[in-house]
């Protein structure tokens, strides 16, 4: 009788404690919860943690995170206002602000998943077909810098922008949140994570991009060799100029130091006529050393100024 009655209360205690387990559950930090009675909610939502209570077999718990969720959108090929067709690759944040209409609305996380993709990607796939490329890809207006080689800038200058990347993001933000104001979800950010040209089309771009390159490095190298031409003609007209120069200061010196030596000869002649003689001599020498060799044969007169000293010398 005591092993039945030992029994009987071990039963009553498992049963107490699985009533007392299925009636009570515990919501950490990072949950919220909403419970359900045959499918439908009963009450608010419960956002605090804690042990909370519930009727057991009846009502049913249903967890959500509080944290910021993830978003990853499929890359889609887009046509931009300009008809160029590029993949957009994109990525949000979200996070359930309101348990409870989340529930009625999406159920769950892969529920809310798929309602962002119709939102995000249809918003993107709007906004994008609204602008030029160059609006998708850029933020900012900016000057375009010199590379600094010869010449000016090549080309025409950057296309204004009157919208830009960050602005197109924010107004896709804005308006997949105008959308989803009553899923109990906020989309917190939105970004373009990757922008490309399709497959078909990058091929052309890149050989576009090379030939507009080539042509630039065509015209620098022109403008480099005109400029090396201008170079050294400058350099050919200072050689003559300085040439020319040296030329007419050598013979400013040369004639300077011949009309000096042509005055002492002159002084020297003046003298005496002893000096006269002397001097005539030792011009009629030099004229013999420059005139004559072993090899030469003259006839002189005998009144000639040269046969005078050779007559002399007899």
């Given at each position: 009788?005591?092993?039945?009655?030992?029994?009987?209360?071990?039963?009553?205690?498992?049963?107490?404690?699985?009533?007392?387990?299925?009636?009570?559950?515990?919501?950490?930090?990072?949950?919220?919860?909403?419970?359900?009675?045959?499918?439908?909610?009963?009450?608010?939502?419960?956002?605090?943690?804690?042990?909370?209570?519930?009727?057991?077999?009846?009502?049913?718990?249903?967890?959500?995170?509080?944290?910021?969720?993830?978003?990853?959108?499929?890359?889609?090929?887009?046509?931009?206002?300009?008809?160029?067709?590029i993949f957009v690759d994109t990525y949000a944040r979200w996070q359930i602000t309101d348990p409870l209409q989340f529930f009625k609305r999406l159920r769950n996380e892969r529920g809310a998943q798929s309602r962002l993709d119709d939102i995000l990607?249809?918003?993107?796939?709007?906004?994008?077909?609204?602008?030029?490329?160059?609006?998708?890809?850029?933020?900012?207006?900016?000057?375009?810098?010199?590379?600094?080689?010869?010449?000016?800038?090549?080309?025409?200058?950057?296309?204004?922008?009157?919208?830009?990347?960050?602005?197109?993001?924010?107004?896709?933000?804005?308006?997949?949140?105008?959308?989803?104001?009553?899923?109990?979800?906020?989309?917190?950010?939105?970004?373009?994570?990757?922008?490309?040209?399709?497959?078909?089309?990058?091929?052309?771009?890149?050989?576009?991009?090379?030939?507009?390159?080539?042509?630039?490095?065509?015209?620098?190298?022109?403008?480099?060799?005109?400029?090396?031409?201008?170079?050294?003609?400058?350099?050919?007209?200072?050689?003559?100029?300085?040439?020319?120069?040296?030329?007419?200061?050598?013979?400013?010196?040369?004639?300077?130091?011949?009309?000096?030596?042509?005055?002492?000869?002159?002084?020297?002649?003046?003298?005496?006529?002893?000096?006269?003689?002397?001097?005539?001599?030792?011009?009629?020498?030099?004229?013999?050393?420059?005139?004559?060799?072993?090899?030469?044969?003259?006839?002189?007169?005998?009144?000639?100024?040269?046969?005078?000293?050779?007559?002399?010398?007899?």
């Amino acid at each position: 009788m005591d092993n039945k009655k030992f029994i009987f209360i071990i039963i009553l205690l498992i049963g107490v404690l699985f009533l007392f387990f299925q009636s009570t559950y515990v919501v950490s930090e990072k949950e919220q919860v909403v419970v359900t009675q045959f499918g439908k909610p009963v009450g608010d939502a419960i956002t605090t943690p804690g042990i909370k209570l519930k009727i057991p077999f009846i009502q049913t718990t249903n967890f959500f995170d509080k944290r910021y969720l993830e978003w990853d959108g499929d890359p889609n090929q887009v046509p931009t206002k300009d008809k160029k067709f590029i993949f957009v690759d994109t990525y949000a944040r979200w996070q359930i602000t309101d348990p409870l209409q989340f529930f009625k609305r999406l159920r769950n996380e892969r529920g809310a998943q798929s309602r962002l993709d119709d939102i995000l990607d249809g918003e993107t796939r709007n906004f994008i077909a609204k602008h030029n490329i160059e609006e998708t890809v850029r933020t900012s207006n900016r000057t375009p810098q010199s590379s600094g080689v010869i010449g000016e800038l090549i080309g025409d200058s950057l296309t204004t922008i009157k919208v830009g990347r960050k602005k197109i993001q924010d107004m896709i933000l804005k308006s997949a949140n105008a959308q989803a104001l009553d899923l109990g979800i906020v989309i917190l950010d939105f970004r373009f994570k990757r922008i490309n040209y399709v497959k078909e089309v990058q091929t052309q771009v890149y050989e576009r991009m090379k030939s507009e390159r080539y042509r630039i490095a065509d015209k620098f190298k022109s403008e480099g060799q005109g400029e090396a031409s201008n170079i050294n003609g400058e350099k050919d007209r200072e050689l003559k100029r300085i040439l020319s120069e040296a030329y007419k200061t050598a013979e400013e010196i040369k004639g300077k130091a011949d009309g000096e030596a042509a005055a002492i000869y002159s002084a020297a002649y003046d003298r005496s006529a002893q000096s006269r003689e002397l001097y005539g001599f030792m011009k009629s020498m030099e004229a013999y050393k420059k005139t004559f060799d072993n090899q030469t044969h003259i006839i002189l007169s005998t009144d000639s100024e040269l046969y005078k000293y050779l007559k002399s010398m007899r």
